[in-house]
């Protein structure tokens, strides 16, 4: 049973989307981040796949442009509270970087330039939910929102959207990233509000 | 000393909690401090905030975050919050909660833009208008426990009527250097001009590097790229910049 806060009405009630519970919609693009923003030259980027035996799959900035990319049409889930409805990216689909990936692993650990990290099953990278994206909105991305590449994957919070994705490792054991050490729920599903460990 | 964020059961932790509003006190001609008592509240660290919950007559909740702005007390949490003109909840906690009034909170969270009393680096913090909060919650700490640990404060606020904790810290004894930028008014007869803090601000008012401090940067996005950015470029490292962004 919740507690009545006395003459709080709130916003008009939106009825053309549902929100996750605990979530508002924003207009804006915030930006959250632990540390500074790093800047990644096209020329030394790239991104690396390992797998739980050490064998290496890499692609540099033009490799990775040269992939079918695709625009999808997604909503955002930031565990500050914010949502954001129909944002429009363009990236290469995991399903196509994962491909001839020979891996037994379950469990996927991706790591970005600026040493952040981020985990989640491997299932959730696949199956058309996750994507390198490098253009939102029909622009390169900015650095501040994770420029020159991120990670999407917004069935979760966007925390594990990593930005400046560098590369996955799989894993076969979980290993919690980042956020995930310090307090933030291990997957993290928006729609059954999973923002702490014990959500 | 201040009781220091205890283990619980993350139940606990988690679990919404009524909070009283028991004091309000104006900060700036924006911003109220808020005083609250939350009974079970499980202590905090400098730095954590909480989720506020607020419900309306007809069932409809929103939810926002708010960092903690002062020392762990008891059951005591003080939040301090900047109106935000076309915000939903902002509004509401500075202009029309009375005391007596109740919202819910759950919390503390978050571990990573903690400063925690057992620390002895030198600190260099850094706070663009309301991004003072968390910063307070750590300057507040440090004095309660004791803490030798050096501190040094740059506050960028755009005039003095928005300068939050202003007769506290102009009385801080604890040591705590400070410098204050102004990016739009100064009080009458300051020295430095207004306008964006550069490069030679933040090195006058801060460490050197080769002093490896742990540096805490809280603001508006377009405070912090450039502030983050600044330290990196005159030679932090990257791992010692905790950042954290309002809005």
């Known amino acids: 049973m919740s507690v009545v806060s006395r003459g ?5 009630r939106d009825a053309r989307h549902t929100l996750p519970p605990g979530q508002y919609e924003t207009h804006g693009f915030p930006v959250l981040s632990a540390g500074p923003t790093p800047r990644v030259d096209l020329d030394e980027w790239e991104f690396t796949v390992t797998t739980e035996t050490g064998d290496r799959y890499s692609w540099d900035w033009a490799q990775l442009m040269a992939l ?8 955002l889930h930031c565990v500050t509270k914010w949502s954001k409805f129909d944002t429009v990216w363009e990236g290469v689909s995991l399903d196509v970087l994962l491909e001839d990936v020979e891996t037994a692993a379950d469990h996927a650990l991706v790591r970005s330039y600026g040493d952040y990290t981020t985990n989640l099953p491997l299932e959730d990278l696949l199956d058309g939910q996750a994507w390198i994206a490098y253009r939102f909105d029909g622009e390169a991305l900015d650095p501040e929102h994770g420029g020159p590449a991120r990670l999407l994957v917004p069935h979760l919070y966007f925390w594990k959207s990593a930005k400046w994705v560098r590369g996955i490792h799989l894993l076969g054991e979980d290993e919690p990233g980042f956020w995930e050490s310090v307090g933030y729920h291990n997957y993290g599903d928006p729609w059954r509000e999973q923002r702490y460990q014990g959500d | 000393m201040a009781r220091a964020a205890v283990p619980r059961r993350l139940g606990d932790r988690l679990s919404w909690k009524t909070a009283r509003l028991t004091d309000r006190r104006e900060e700036s001609s924006a911003a109220r401090t808020l005083g609250f008592e939350v009974p079970g509240w499980p202590g ?15 069932g409809y909740s929103t939810q926002r975050s708010y960092s903690v702005a002062s020392a762990p007390d008891g059951e005591r949490v003080e939040l301090t919050v ?3 003109d076309d915000g939903e909840v902002s509004p509401y906690l500075t202009d029309e909660l009375a005391v007596g009034d109740v919202v819910e909170v759950r919390g503390p969270v978050g571990g990573w833009f903690v400063w925690r009393p057992e620390q002895t680096e030198p600190v260099y913090l850094l706070a663009g208008g309301s991004g003072l909060v968390p910063l307070m919650a750590m300057i507040r700490v440090r004095r309660t426990v004791g803490s030798r640990a050096p501190f040094r404060l740059l506050y960028s606020v755009r ?3 928005h300068q939050f904790f202003e007769s506290e810290l102009r009385l801080d004894s604890s040591g705590l250097d400070r410098t204050y930028l102004y990016s739009r008014s100064t009080p009458a007869g300051w020295p430095r001009p207004a306008g964006r803090f550069t490069a030679a601000d ?10 490896e401090p742990t540096c805490y940067v809280c603001g508006s996005t377009g405070f912090v790229e450039r502030a983050a950015g600044l330290l990196v470029a005159v030679g932090h490292h990257p791992n010692r910049i905790r950042t954290e962004r309002f809005g």
Do not use: K, M
Request: no cysteine; glycine share 6%; charged share 25%.
């Open chain 2, 159 to 161: 005039s003095p009527e």
């Open chain 1, 8 to 12: 709080f009405r709130g916003r008009a």
């Open chain 2, 202 to 211: 933040l090195a006058a008012a801060g460490w050197p590097p080769d002093f």
């Open chain 2, 44 to 58: 905090h660290l400098a730095g954590q905030h909480v989720d506020v919950r607020l419900t309306a007559e007809d």
């Open chain 2, 82 to 84: 900047q109106r935000v």
């Open chain 1, 68 to 75: 079918p990319s695709r625009t999808p049409t997604v909503d």
